[in-house]
């Protein structure tokens, strides 16, 4: 928050009117998004909810299996995704520079693989790692496809962090005699922090979303699963299922999707105390 | 409240964990297992539309048979069919009768779907001759004036190729799919329902489980009677209703004993309830 | 901007560490352009049959979408992709970055705070529910002015909804990283509220504006789910933005569960044609984008 004078021209006033105007729209519009969904869904919901597995296609019982399967499947397509993304996110930003050939080859490409439609690479998702790597439908193949997916969107917005730190840093840093190693890792991945950890947000918050994609991957069955190579379906298929496929099944899929609101916010706050501790040691 | 909702979270998250692990300590212990249990696993997949039926099928049987693995997947009528013809899955769930090139997989009858036309509760129409249908759904008749003196224009809702449920409705109305004109296109029943009981003009066609159930729950339609004859899974189940499509389990080559297994009871009375529940009718 | 030590000089700082990590790094990051060769070689192995069949005007100058009974229109399905992404940036760019603007200067310190934590959720909401509530709640309010409510108007405005809050977040970062540096200096030069902001830190925080744009340009045209529940899925090129209208994702939704053979060739080639059509929306944007030709 940046806190600029406040002397009211015209057109100070004018751009203030609407981004007011945009914030409260949003505010209003999306507010009565997540009240209609606490409203109808949140008569549905128990403690059972949480504990107990799907009765009648989900329309009574619980949702336990797919709240383990859609942490696994989160968890393990960030272990996947992060590394890769960072690691070229840093190496764009720090050994490339814009106008050559090669960043804008990559640059091309992850914009493209960002275009590719969420049911192209489910069906992409399956053909390679469900049949074609064997690994049939599983966690690990939806993890795997949504680390695809996210990887555009992690890796830009991480490299854009890193590209706005002033130059500066850098040259103070080498003049020091810093190694390449130390200067990233200690210097300029703790100022970016903000900025990755956006980045992470983002792709918690797009894996979540994905629906299409883990139907073809990860699968369609409601059984806890018992290891990554175990199908398991997400919350986003199930709350798919319960109102586009099961009769009756509308006020189950609104509970579940309050389930998973609450379950984002949980893992954001989480996130985002867990940038703050590793930049904090990093930074020592 | 960052610090509450962080102390928040990891026990919710803890907890969760725990009742993880709590769910697969729970599993018996192989040394009681009575001698006639099923044990391994078996592969399902196929049309969204009979998915959750057969998903809950596996769920009771895995619960008489806890060694038991059963996996449901979706991908469609034709995934389904290609699957077991390649030899991946162990049981393909076809929402239609097979053609006469597919007689190289065997079909296992599971139940029967009505078609029925539906309207909006409060549309005064309380039936529709065939030609009348006919007339709607070439475009020949765009007004509800001429069926029930209301001046509004008809919302003629149709279903996208290759449903079986739209293959079926063209061969008893004997239309081609290139002469229909329709206003709306929708891809599963849910959608359909959606749509009609939101709209006071529009019309549709879905199956008579989806509809019942949700006339039922006191969604906004009402099936109108084809031939003179109601739309009710009872009329189908008695053979009255004409309009009706097959929902087929196909397996290729000598079934295993598992998918064997899995056939028989869906076959039994319990199965038959959980059909009546899903909407369809049980074969006798 | 390449670290001015060159790695060659290896009398300061032998092998070791540094030439591991731009390996590593280097490594890593070609594991992006191979997934994209992944999955173009996938898209082009399942769409190659149509063409045994099929010849490709046909795409273009058939009546109509009915692979059943031989004929394959792509048109109207192109422009309805195109159509319906254009509108939803149309409506959901300018929206996202005054909303990020009220965020990050005119707001209360509290009040951005909860619309950052608000927005953070709201893209993660499967896009489901967005179409879900674009059936209950858009389609019979358009309806009202024009039957049947599903249409391009109600695409538009669903798909705005979904891209809308990573635009937020986008643009709002982008915002907030701006140099301080910059800011004083327009300060102390006197300059007022609105010429910071126009004058001093958008231009500044273009690039990163244009990131979360172009994104999510990529994320509205790819979107399937929501756009199938409201948009009507009619085969035609939409006369008004009350018309129903089918996009290229929303087809393949739709039929690749039913469809053998030839249809099914077609629906991957669709696929690569959705493809293309973000290639030359990208080459577009590198055009006109701020960053020195590179988007």
Known sequence: MNILPTNNNAADTLLKIASWISGLFILLFFGYLLFDITINGISRIDLGFFHNTPVNAGRQGGIFPMLISTLWILALCLCIALPIGLATAIYLAEYTNEKQTLTRFIRRSLNIIAGVPSIVMGLFGYAFFVIALQLGFSILSGALTLAFMVLPLLIRSIEDSLRAIPQSYRLNAHALGLSQWRIIFQILLPIASQGILLAVILSIGRAMAETAALLYTSGYVMRTPDSMMDSGRSLSVHIFDLSMNVPGGEQSAYASALVLIVLLLMINIFTAFISQIIVNKSIR | MFRTGLITTTIILLSLFVSACEQTANSPSTATLPSDQLTGELSITGSSTIAPLAAELAQRLESKNPQLRVNVQTGGSSRGLADIRQGISDIGM???????????????????????????????????????????????????????????????????????????????FKFKNTQIKPDIIIGDNEQGIKLVSRNPNAIAYVSIGTAEYNMKAGTSIKTLPLNGVEATTEKLASGQFPLSRELNFITKGKPSLLTQAYIDFSKTDEAANIIKDFGFVPVK | MKPPTSLKTSVLFPLNKDKILLLGLRVLAGLSVISLLFILFYLSKEAIPVFKNIESIKFFTDKSWHPLSGEYLLLPMIVGSLLIMAGAMLFSIPLGIFAAILSQFYAPAWFANVMQRLVEILSGIP?????????????????????????????VLVLSFIVLPNIVLISRNALSQVDAIHIDNAMSLGLSRYAIIRHVILPQAKSGLFTGIVLQSGRAIGETLAVLMVCGNVVQIPGSIFDPVRTLTSNIALEMAYAMDDHRSALFLSGLLLMGVVLIIILVAEKISPRENTV
């Open chain 2, 94 to 172: 076809v929402s239609r009768k097979l053609n006469d090139n597919e007689h190289d997989v065997q079909a296992h009858l599971l139940a029967q779907d009505g078609v029925s036309i539906i309207v909006h509760k409060s549309n005064p129409v309380t039936e529709l001759t065939t030609e009348q249908i006919k007339s709607v759904y070439l475009g020949k008749i765009s007004n509800w004036q001429s069926l029930t003196g209301r001046d509004k224009k008809i919302t003629v809702i149709h279903k996208a190729e290759g449903r079986s449920t739209l293959e079926v409705f063209l061969d008893f």
């Open chain 3, 127 to 155: 896009s489901v529910i967005y179409g879900f509530m674009g059936i209950i709640v858009i389609v019979p309010l358009l309806a009202r002015f024009e039957a049947p409510g599903t249409s391009v108007l109600a695409g």
